[in-house]
């Protein structure tokens, strides 16, 4: 994570794996946006990852 701007003595870190947390981070949040993933609904282990997977699925979609 990116030190605060008026920190007397700036740390160092990297940029890209940063994003790439950034941008893994928000999927997660994007997951938990449908109420069925986020209290598991599911039953059983299968039907749970079936749902996360059409959220992807649709989150992939999006994009394109």
Known sequence: IPP???RKEQRAY???LYKIRH???NAFL???QWRGIS???AKKASSY???VQLRCA???A???
């Open 62 to 64: 999006e994009i394109l």
């Open 14 to 16: 990297d940029r890209h």
């Open 23 to 25: 941008l893994v981070e």
């Open 4 to 6: 605060r701007s008026h």
């Open 39 to 41: 209290t598991r609904y």
């Open 58 to 60: 649709l989150m992939w």
């Open 30 to 32: 994007k997951l938990k």
């Open 49 to 51: 990852l079936a749902a």
